[in-house]
């Protein structure tokens, strides 16, 4: 098994894929950028690890070019988690 899947938050990547779907595009931009933090967390090689970053940068931007909150309304969630 690869050290990668210790990193990857597959339940915020699979939440954001269902919040794409539905059309609530500043969720699933919160759940991405969640897996996304995650993610970059790991200092190893895989190309799968990768990918998914990419894959999820992707989803972040386009989501967030699709979202109808305007950009200085928005938040990473990062600044979310904070306050928790």
């Known amino acids: 098994m690869e050290d990668y899947i210790h990193y990857l938050d597959s339940a915020a ?4 894929d269902m919040h794409f779907s539905n059309g609530d ?15 970059q967390k790991y200092n ?9 970053a990419a894959y999820l940068s992707r989803k972040i931007k386009e989501c967030n070019s699709k979202s109808e909150i305007p950009p200085y309304r928005r938040k990473s969630f990062s600044d979310w988690s904070s306050n928790l």
């Open 13 to 16: 990547i699979s939440l954001g």
């Open 25 to 39: 595009y500043f969720r699933a931009s919160i759940a991405y950028s969640k897996g996304l933090n995650q993610l």
């Open 44 to 52: 190893g090689d895989s190309m799968v690890a990768i990918e998914t």
